[in-house]
T-cell receptor
Framework: DGGITQSPKYLFRKEGQNVTLSCEQN?????MYWYRQDPGQGLRLIYY???????QKGDIAEGYSVSREKKESFPLTVTSAQKNPTAFYLC??????????????FGEGSWLTVV | KNQVEQSPQSLIILEGKNCTLQCNYTVSPFSNLRWYKQDTGRGPVSLTI?????NTKSNGRYTATLDADTKQSSLHITASQLSDSASYIC????????????FGAGTRLFVKA
């Protein structure tokens, strides 16, 4: 099946640890995104990538890092510098960056809890 | 001020009834507007996409309208089903300080039997 796979679904992290969330897509999409979702708020863009080996900061990039070494993969690392990392994280992809109205497809999300 | 405002914040309706969700935006110039459905703990799923020249788009029992002059959109759900219980998110893309895609906070819909 074509789609976006995020893993793990649930992750617990101790304070001071870095964690990496995986995102893989087999839709042959150029653009990939990471969003954070908090209760009662709209999705906020962390990082996005329009092409392999290139990525740009979104609105809330501090404390996060990404890489785009392969077209189908866009992992997100939540570093210890992120002060409030407990949230629901969504990975997405689209044919381009959305300017042409291409559908943005989302993965099933990853719940990160800091304990 | 949020550039995409949705109302109501939450809504409870009986199964079989119709409902309309609202989305007002200030994003300008406007590129496109999308409605997504998000079940609890899942990723959002696209319902409709509308560009500037479109004022209505249907997807089964979901019908979205767009008034680009007043910067308003609505999502009408006909003959609601229990499975319609979800959050509905309005997403607006445009060229406000560079190209941006902005998500509304969503309307939480509860359909009761």
């Amino acid at each position: 099946d074509g789609g976006i796979t995020q893993s793990p679904k649930y992750l617990f992290r101790k304070e001071g640890q870095n964690v990496t969330l995986s995102c893989e897509q087999n839709l042959n999409h150029d653009a990939m995104y990471w969003y954070r979702q908090d209760p009662g708020q709209g999705l906020r863009l962390i990082y996005y990538s329009q092409i392999v080996n290139d990525f740009q900061k979104g609105d809330i990039a501090e404390g996060y890092s990404v890489s785009r070494e392969k077209k189908e993969s866009f992992p997100l690392t939540v570093t210890s510098a992120q002060k409030n990392p407990t949230a629901f994280y969504l990975c997405a992809s689209s044919g381009r960056d959305g300017r042409s109205g291409n559908t943005i497809y989302f993965g099933e999300g990853s719940w990160l809890t800091v304990v | 001020k949020n550039q995409v405002e949705q109302s109501p914040q939450s809504l409870i309706i009986l199964e079989g009834k119709n409902c309309t969700l609202q989305c007002n935006y200030t994003v300008s110039p406007f590129s496109n507007l999308r409605w997504y459905k998000q079940d609890t703990g899942r990723g959002p799923v696209s319902l409709t996409i509308m560009t500037f020249s479109e004022n209505t788009k249907s997807n089964g029992r979901y019908t979205a309208t767009l008034d680009a002059d007043t910067k308003q959109s609505s999502l009408h759900i006909t003959a609601s089903q229990l499975s319609d219980s979800a959050s509905y998110i309005c997403v607006v893309s445009g060229y406000t300080g560079g190209f941006k895609t902005i998500f509304g906070a969503g309307t939480r819909l509860f359909v009761k039997a």
